[in-house]
């Protein structure tokens, strides 16, 4: 099963490198990791999308807890919570069928950031189902770039 970990963490040097080093002793497979400051600035939230039973991810809860520079974990899974991925893809398109490009993009809610003439470059964002549908509407398009930044999640309402 997949889960969303959170964890508040002080923002300091080697700190995120440590928290992934972690993930690798143990053997954990990682499918998305992404951190940034918060609105403190002395503080960071990593988020971490790993695959596992509630065994596996209590122990990853258990050992991120143990690091000293870690103020807080959650597992978000079994809460409602809000979660996003950004994703910047390149879709091939002659000047033709661009239009079909840009009625996907609009019915997605994403924007155009880029155009040339033999390719577009869209952004979108929304929960991992969505960008993952965008990505399948595209293919027979011709996909030439895409990347993603990773999950980033945060629960619902009063978190307190």
């Known amino acids: 099963m997949k889960h ?3 964890a508040l963490v002080k923002n300091e ?3 995120t490198a440590h928290i992934a080093g ?21 503080i960071s939230r990593i988020t971490v999308v790993v695959r596992g039973d509630d ?6 809860i258990n050992q991120l807890s143990k690091l000293i520079n870690v103020l807080e974990v959650k597992d978000l899974t079994a809460k409602p919570f809000v979660e996003r991925d950004l994703m910047l893809i390149k879709v091939s398109t002659s000047p033709e069928r661009r239009h079909e490009i840009i009625d996907l993009v609009k019915v997605f809610r994403g924007k155009i950031v880029d155009l040339s003439h033999d390719d577009m470059t869209v952004e979108l964002s929304g929960p991992e189902a969505k ?7 595209c293919r027979p398009y011709g996909i030439t770039e895409c990347v993603r930044s990773g999950i980033i999640a945060i629960p ?3 978190t307190n």
């Not at 690798?24 to 403190?40: M, Q």
């Open 156 to 158: 619902r309402g009063n």
């Open 13 to 15: 040097v080697g700190v």
């Open 22 to 42: 972690l993930f690798a002793a143990r053997a954990y497979n990682i499918d998305s990791f992404t951190g940034s400051e918060t609105e403190n600035p002395e």
């Open 4 to 6: 969303v970990v959170s």
């Open 131 to 137: 960008i993952e549908a965008f990505i399948a509407l």
């Open 55 to 60: 065994t596996v991810i209590q122990q990853v």
